[in-house]
Nanobody, 126 residues
Framework: DVQLQASGGGLVQPGGSLRLSCVAS????????IGWFRRAPGKEREGVLC????????YYTESVRGRFTASRDNAKNTAYLQMNSLEPEDTATYYC???????????????????WGQGTQVTVSS
């Protein structure tokens, strides 16, 4: 079974940084893109970005470009989301996701993934 576990969330002041981790198992990690999504209170789930099997990043929301970066360590079956210059609007539960059909990231118009892990809460507040 595909398992994804996101961690690293917490409470941070505006302007601060966090690094989220997504540990994966149950599939060949090198062969699949990893997506990061978030759900803010009272809002729909939103795609943040995706990192392909080649390590290329596709941003799904422009508000994080220049502040958030994705990386992956295939030897550790782990993907990372580095979040800098955090804003209160970034407050959300963050999820990592994958899909067996995606080595490259799906397009922004249809970022459909079928395997989801439990999220990690990020709260940006002073």
């Amino acid at each position: 079974d595909v398992q994804l576990q996101a961690s690293g969330g917490g409470l941070v002041q505006p302007g601060g940084s966090l690094r989220l981790s997504c540990v994966a198992s149950g599939f060949t990690f090198d062969d699949q893109a990893i997506g990061w999504f978030r759900r803010a209170p009272g809002k729909e789930r939103e795609g943040v970005l995706c990192i392909s099997g080649t390590g290329r990043t596709m941003y799904y929301t422009e508000s994080v470009r220049g502040r958030f970066t994705a990386s992956r360590d295939n030897a550790k079956n782990t993907a990372y989301l580095q979040m800098n210059s955090l804003e209160p609007e970034d407050t959300a539960t963050y999820y990592c996701t994958t899909d067996t059909v995606y080595f490259y990231c799906p397009p922004k118009s249809h970022p459909d993934f079928d395997s989801w892990g439990q999220g990690t809460q990020v709260t940006v507040s002073s």
